[in-house]
């Protein structure tokens, strides 16, 4: 039996009834194996003496006595002061609300005692402890390693400990191992059973840190496996085990424009073009031309993904891409993730290629009947070289004539199945996927192990960084004024706000406090900026009215524009020049480096105001610190990794692929390498893995998948 077939409901558990079942529901815990691997957060070393004297090095644990009772305050605010002493010291144990203590701990009497301990007022103190009657042989918590679970309300430490203790009593002894029995050997890692005993209730640190290890190597080999699987079946059988699965395009800057380009459709383009490709333009297309280049027979279809900042130019780098396609007589599909994005797109693309003679079309889930089906069908007769578009780009009607290239712009916001659609299309076109929330080198490896990568490092010339501003909430005004300015001065201003409407969020009390940008456009429009042109743009809005205002908006008839977190993507006008974010502490890192990104797209000087609420949290802190010293969106990425962890980097979380129990690709960047070794040499020299040895695998695969479905 493997650890995730456990799925037999908790009750199941002895002293789980139906009360607690909805408390552990709300920490995903749903069955014997969602119990087993709901990991601790923490582990407190109560087997180590550290007595009161040593109080300041760690946790004082320790056997007490109970010297005398004294009360501190009055009436109901009466306080129970404990008085203790080992053989090292003494120490007052504060009772706040616990004035039970007083029965339970009797003067004279023996106990063991855990704690964080301070001095204050003259004395070695603590508020927060534990006790338990020092009677030999009743050990409960001490003399141990306690796990700390993550809690939900209504649940306890001492309750999720019972219930886990429990749950190993029934059903370890049962489980099998998941990692093949050489890389156990191998690595002196622990069995399933008892690793995953030992992380709950190691009975020492180095039982610990060896369950850590084994549970650690297992998920990452996993990855992997998962990862070179899918490698197989896109490279048609062939897992390139390469160490280095990325490039950086700034690698490749050494080819001239000239030697980058090799066809005439691109050389055209480029001749057009106002101003010369970035170095890492050019060595993204160079390493994108290399893959197109196909050798007949062995076709192997390009697979890469291009990262690039904000503003990077990774659009013009997909046309050149495009223009590979269609000079090579196929049809290439440019799809995006907002019908905002991808008018934009269009509209760039009817304004650049047209001029070369291609036929660009434009396709969303709004195009009306008969202007749809015309478009259908020159798309299947091939007279359309380039169609541009929202997911409508696989609506099943929707049929190509020769589909070589797929590109998708914003990657991370497109689901598997999405993408194996679109791909569906054509066969085996090319795939270019396109990110600019940068995925750290780290985990790109990790997501994206079987994929190229090119990474354009550099921006176009003459960009001037955004200058970057936090501001209090209590000191908008000032913002306000700034803003006032540049308006003056001809240029055109974002306000950006978490919430559409006041209260549209699960929690009234918390989200009624906050601005929304319905309210807040009309108190900009009449009291802040009275007679200013201005908009409000919002997820709820149709289309229609949504292209609308983006028109207007472009070209500079509405000078401020109100939105939400939806300009988060690709929008670009380059004369808007301030972008304020209030409540910027309730967005994650990533959305705000997207946000920044909406300036800075011109020759002028621009400017992000992070405007945050008074009452800011550390974590917020941080966050705001990070936007404010870094610019380099891979730098923030990285920031955003170690502050929120793996499973939360933006657009990875929704791809619901890297649900990590244990690892974390960028702390154990080591082992995710070795067990990528580990993993491809296996798939290299047993495809199928139909050997004994790798049966396991296959039968793990099968009966008990570790990542559901994988987001590649
Ligand atoms: P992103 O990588 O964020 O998608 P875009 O493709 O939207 O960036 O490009 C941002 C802007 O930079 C566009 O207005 C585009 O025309 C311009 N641009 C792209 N490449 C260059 C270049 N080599 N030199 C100058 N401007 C460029
Ligand atoms: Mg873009």
Known sequence: MFLRSLVSPLTAIRGIGPAVVPKLARLGIHTVAGLLCHYPRDWEDRSQKVPIKEFQRARVCTEITVIAHDWIGFGRMRTLKVHVEDESGRAVLLCFNRPWLEKQLLQGSRYRLWGRFYFKYGDIQSSAFETEPAVPGQVAGFGRILPVYPLSAGLTQAMLRRFTSRALEQYASALENELPDEIVERDNLFAKKAGIKAVHFPDSAEELEKAKKTLIYEEL??????????????????????????????????????????????????????????????????????????????????????????GSGKTLVSFLAALRAVEDGGQAAIMAPTELLARQHAENAARLLEPLGLRIAFLTGNIKAAGRKELLRSLASGEI???????????????????????????????????????????????????????????????????????????????????????????????????????????????????????????????????????????????VFPGCPLALVHSKLDEEKKRLTMDSFRSGEIKILVATSVVEVGVDVPNASCMVIEHAERFGLSALHQLRGRVGRGQDQSYCFLVYSDELTEDGKARLKVMLENSDGFVIAEEDLKLRGPGQIAGIEQSGYLNLGMANPIRDAQELARARVDAFAILESDPDLLLPEHRVIARVLEEAPPFGEVAL
């Open 385 to 527: 070289d380039i169609v541009v578009g929202t997911h409508a780009l696989f609506s099943r009607d929707v049929a190509y004539k020769n589909l070589r290239l797929v590109v998708i712009d914003e990657q991370h916001r497109f689901g598997v199945t999405q993408r194996s659609l679109i791909m569906a299309k054509g066969d085996q076109p090319d795939l270019l996927m396109m990110s600019a929330t940068p995925i750290p080198r780290t985990l790109a490896l990790t997501v994206f192990g079987d994929m190229d990568v090119s990474v354009i490092r550099d921006l176009p010339p003459g960009r001037k960084p955004v200058k970057t501003h936090l501001a209090k909430e209590s000191n908008e005004g000032k913002v306000y004024d700034f803003v006032r300015n540049e308006l003056a001065a001809g240029r055109q201003a974002y306000f950006v706000y978490p919430l559409i409407e006041g209260g549209d969020e699960a929690d009234p009390k918390d989200s009624s406090q906050l601005k929304a940008a319905v309210s807040m456009a009309e108190r900009l429009a009449d009291q």
């Open 221 to 310: 080999f996993y990855l992997e496996v998962m990862v070179g699987k899918r490698a197989i079946e896109r490279r048609g059988g062939n897992v390139r085990n390469k160490e280095e699965g990325i490039r950086g395009g700034e690698g490749a800057g050494v080819v001239t424009e000239s030697g980058v380009v090799n066809n005439v459709l691109q050389q055209r383009l480029l001749e057009r073009l106002p101003f010369s490709l970035t170095p890492g333009q050019q060595g993204a297309v160079a390493e994108i031309n290399g893959d197109m280049a196909h050798v007949p027979m062995a076709h192997v279809p390009m697979a890469r993904l291009l990262q690039g900042d904000v």
